[in-house]
């Protein structure tokens, strides 16, 4: 008797992704791991080494939600299998950073990943050869921050100068983009592109909320009130050893203030200005909550105009040389009275006067962060005594700070519940009162690690590790 057998195919994720268990297990969920496929059940026409594409009687729709559940990290792999799955990973991208211009012009963007939320420019702005060729041809690879340029040093300006394309170049890319890519939610460019760019992103991207412009300048923000939804705003006008621009002075921050009235959160980088732009965004931006200033340039008596910012609640310094030349006098300083954050970051903290008058502005303060700040001495954080409604304390790097310095502002705070303590070399633990231990019982929240000395010594407890004399080795 003659029998006929049909021969059983592994399922689908075992031929693609033998040594991973993630799509399978997605697979499982969606009810298609328990079906087995044999030879009458494959579709027709057989794909490389004779073997038909189980996939292809699976819709785009499916086959999306299949992948949506892969996790990120092996979509890229997963994106390699076929052009299909090339297409379908792409409509799954939300988030794209750029590295070559020329891919603008070719129109790839709108059919490659067509619904893009997120589009970083400002690397593929830079006039620069492409990273791998250049790097064989003896180029110097300068990275800053998430930017990367292939810089000649025998050809190319010299460090801080990188050059960027040709203005016209960016408003041909930005003409397309605004077509190609309308339901852009971010958008990084570099604000070398003239007034006619910026408009047409502003007339073909109408759901933009967030705009990062780099190397902005007071000309640059011309068209800034074209972009009629925009609540979340980042002016850089230089990096430090990646380039420099003409700078945003009180003009631009006033431009801005106009333009943007319903602005959220604002930022500030490599930015000039002073009394006058700041008191402006206060006096227009009534929606702003969080502004963050970094490595500013800014003259006298701009800390005294942040009290315009009325419905201000998170105050930001970043990377800043100094905080204000001359506040003014400080009797006649305001206050923002719904701030309730306040953070610090690899700030220079050296001048006792514009820090006293930083806390006085910032009095009805909720939670205040240090982070790597120099100069910060017992004198200098004593002047925080001045914000008597502190909850939430955190010190990180803070080395120059005492065991002293620490507890004789703490124990002022009857409100205080939560305290971080982290790297602060000067803090010691038996340098800790009983008063100080007894706030510490009964914090709500509490991270002690002042030096790497007392949580290595706190982890080498009973091992007989650390000690000086101690045998390693003994006899049998």
């Known amino acids: 008797m003659h029998h006929h057998h049909h021969h059983r195919l592994r399922s689908w994720p075992d031929l693609w992704f033998a040594a991973d268990n993630h799509l399978k297990h997605v697979l499982l969920k969606m009810g298609l791991g328990d079906q087995t496929l044999t030879l009458k059940d494959l579709p027709p026409g057989p794909i490389g080494g004779g073997v038909a594409d189980p996939t292809a009687t699976l819709s785009d729709e499916i086959l999306l939600r299949i992948l949506a559940a892969v996790p990120e990290s092996l979509r890229l792999p997963a994106s390699l299998v076929c052009k299909r799955w090339l297409r379908v990973v792409g409509r799954l991208r939300r988030s794209l950073t750029l590295l070559d211009w020329s891919l603008i012009g070719r129109r790839r963007l709108?059919?490659?990943?067509?619904?893009?939320?997120?589009?970083d420019?400002?690397?593929?702005?830079?006039?620069?050869?492409s990273v791998a060729p250049a790097l064989c041809r003896g180029f110097v690879l300068l990275t800053v921050g998430p930017?990367?340029?292939?810089?000649?040093?025998?050809?190319?300006?010299?460090?801080?100068?990188?050059?960027?394309?040709?203005?016209?170049?960016i408003d041909r890319g930005l003409m397309t983009v605004a077509r190609d890519c309308p339901g852009l939610r971010k958008l990084s460019l570099v604000a070398v592109a003239s007034e006619a760019g910026l408009m047409s992103v502003a007339g073909g991207c109408n759901t933009l909320q967030e705009l990062e412009l780099h190397r902005c300048s007071d000309l640059s923000l011309r068209p800034i009130s074209a972009f009629n939804n925009l609540q979340i705003l980042r002016l850089v006008a230089s990096v430090e050893g990646l380039y420099r621009g003409p700078g945003v002075t009180d003009i631009g921050l006033t431009i801005l203030a106009h333009g943007c009235k319903r602005l959220v959160k604002l930022e500030l980088g490599g930015c000039e200005g002073s009394y006058d732009g700041i008191s402006a965004i206060g006096r227009c931006c009534m929606m702003l909550e969080e502004l963050t200033i970094s490595d500013h340039r800014m003259d006298a008596g701009w800390v005294a105009a942040l009290s315009f910012c009325v419905n201000l609640k998170k105050l930001r310094l970043q990377s800043c040389r100094r905080i204000d030349i001359d506040p003014g006098p400080l009797e006649h300083l305001g206050r923002c009275p719904t701030i309730e954050t306040l953070q610090m970051q690899r700030c220079q903290l050296r001048d006792k006067r514009s820090l006293q008058a930083l806390f006085m502005v910032c009095e009805a303060v909720r939670n205040l962060r240090f982070e790597n700040c120099w100069g910060l001495d017992n004198d200098m954080f004593g002047l925080v005594s001045i914000c008597r409604r502190v909850k939430f304390l955190?010190?990180?790097?803070?080395?120059?700070?005492?065991?002293?310095?620490?507890?004789?502002?703490?124990?002022s705070w009857v409100d205080l519940q939560r305290l971080t303590v982290v790297?602060?070399?000067?803090?010691?633990?038996?340098?800790?009162?009983?008063?100080?231990?007894?706030?510490?019982?009964?914090?709500?929240?509490?991270?002690?690690?002042?030096?790497?000395?007392?949580?290595?010594?706190?982890?080498?407890?009973?091992?007989?590790?650390?000690?000086r004399g101690g045998r390693f080795f003994k006899r049998a």
């Open 147 to 169: 930017v990367s340029v292939a810089v000649d040093t025998g050809v190319d300006l010299p460090v801080g100068e990188c050059r960027f394309l040709e203005p016209a170049d």
């Open 394 to 411: 955190s010190l990180e790097g803070c080395s120059l700070l005492t065991t002293e310095g620490l507890e004789s502002v703490v124990l």
């Open 423 to 467: 790297s602060c070399n000067n803090i010691k633990d038996d340098e800790v009162s009983p008063a100080l231990s007894s706030l510490f019982s009964v914090l709500k929240e509490f991270k002690w690690r002042p030096d790497t000395k007392s949580v290595l010594a706190m982890s080498l407890v009973g091992t007989g590790m650390g000690k």
């Open 110 to 119: 709108p059919f490659r990943f067509p619904d893009l939320a997120d589009l």
């Open 121 to 129: 420019l400002v690397p593929a702005s830079f006039a620069s050869p």
